[in-house]
């Protein structure tokens, strides 16, 4: 029997705790995140797949969560900003490079930006300007003009 | 956006989500990756009854390179194809047109049976998949078939997959030693979808092209073989002026697509261009 209205029960770890809710087939993986979950750091920009403020990472994988429902992420384990540096704890190092050098403006795009950026940092610990420039194009910024996000991902890999 | 109601249930294996999608073929659809099909449902284009998710099936993962040929699962992620370095050994055009699909989030979540199962006339992997003479593993209730994937694709959205079969995997001949491939493309600059894309693979005997084969996405209605290039190369030598003959003489015989991004006549020049580009890359 086809049941659109059925809610699904979904199991996930997320930020280190585990979580079961029940939705609909429909919901977004990013609604779960924001209106179930409360963690609205997460941001929704264009809906559409293109911005990335939505992104999360979903086992290990930065994933923009307008683009996956809350049933296909059952059994995953989610971070988003929130389990980067929880309430209270210091600034990861990349949220604390994008504060040094001036990677902000609105900060809209912020929260996706970092989850991609950490990404990119596992893949390529030692990138070229290109390979950063090519691991954040999934993420949108209309303030920055990028230069001061570039900067600060430069600075991480100058640390060491 | 919101998508209309719908059930979902997973899938554990190609022989059930074939029995699933047969109880209703029409109301039915299955996601792999969601990275074309969330979208259009967001949009309501599509409002299936059922979803079958398919991502746990085993059977369709994976990259196998064996002696004569290359097995790749339908569900291979975008990102899988760029990362694998026993495939990037034997077919290194896998890397340079991942490289040039979408972005890491969207690499990470797309697969490449999905992109091809959705033949988007603009996709990348349709016209790799034609350049390296590919098999295409159809599962249905009667059992599995092969189609070359230069029959694969019929028309924009459209291929010959019916409504209750799965693209299962697809398979690669190994190409002979010293074989070259390149694949380029225009992107669209809001989409990053190929405005003409071209894949292709040769090997250079003797100083003639040998075996060179060219897949085209983008210009057409669907990805095609370009056949027309390739026969006026048999045999000859890869040099400038044989390459501009050649590349005129298939954008000349192209009957390009005309929408909103592009006119026929625009993607016409850029067909010739880009063939040219990639040829020139080759005999380089
Ligand atoms: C922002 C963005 C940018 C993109 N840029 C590009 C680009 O530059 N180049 C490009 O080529 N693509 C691009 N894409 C498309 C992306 O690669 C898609 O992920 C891909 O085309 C579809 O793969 P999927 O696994 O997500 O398929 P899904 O969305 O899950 O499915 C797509 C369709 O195929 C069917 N299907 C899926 N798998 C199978 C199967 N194994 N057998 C039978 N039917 C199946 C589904 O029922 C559905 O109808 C982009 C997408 C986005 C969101
Ligand atoms: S809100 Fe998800 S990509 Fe823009
Ligand atoms: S800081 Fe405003 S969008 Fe990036």
Known sequence: MIEAEKRHAVTIEINGSRRTLEVEARKLLVHLIRDDLGLTGTHIGCDTSQCGACTVEIDGEATKSCTVLAVMADGASITTIEGVSPAGSSLDPVQAAFHEHHALQCGFCTAGMIMSVRQLLRQHPDPSEDDIRHGIAGNICRCTGYHNIVRAIESLVAKG | ?284
């Open chain 2, 1 to 284: 956006m919101i998508p209309a109601a719908f059930d979902y249930i997973r899938a554990g294996s190609i022989a059930e989500a074939i029995d699933l999608l047969q109880r209703d073929p029409d109301g039915s659809k299955l996601v792999a990756g969601g990275h074309t099909l969330i979208p259009t449902l967001k949009l309501r284009l599509a409002s299936p009854a059922l979803l079958v998710d398919i991502r746990g099936i085993a059977e369709m993962k994976g990259i196998a390179v064996n002696e004569d040929s290359i097995r790749i699962g339908a569900l291979t992620t975008h990102a899988e194809l760029l990362a694998s370095e026993p495939l990037h050994k034997a077919l290194p055009i896998f890397r340079q047109a991942a490289n040039l699909i979408a972005d890491p989030q969207v690499r990470n979540r797309g697969t490449i049976g999905g992109s091809l199962a959705n033949a988007d006339s603009a996709a990348d992997w349709p016209a790799v998949v034609i350049a390296l003479k590919a098999e295409l593993e159809i599962a249905s209730a009667t059992g599995s078939r092969r189609v070359a994937a230069r029959d694969f694709f019929v028309d924009i959205f459209s291929t010959t997959l019916g409504p209750s079969e799965v693209l299962a995997a697809i398979h690669i001949p190994c190409p002979a030693a010293g074989t070259r491939f390149t694949y380029r493309k225009i992107r669209h600059p809001a989409s990053g979808y190929a405005v003409v894309g071209i894949a292709a693979a040769v090997r250079i005997n003797a100083g003639v092209a040998a075996n060179l084969s060219i897949g085209i996405t983008g210009a057409a209605s669907h990805a095609f073989p370009g056949d027309i290039a390739a026969e006026f190369l048999a045999g000859k030598p890869l040099s400038q002026g044989n390459i501009e003959e050649a590349a005129r003489l298939q954008s000349a015989a192209t009957e390009c697509l005309s929408d909103r991004y592009a006119s026929a006549e625009y993607r016409a020049s850029l067909l010739g261009t880009e063939t040219r580009r990639a040829l020139l890359a080759l005999a380089a």
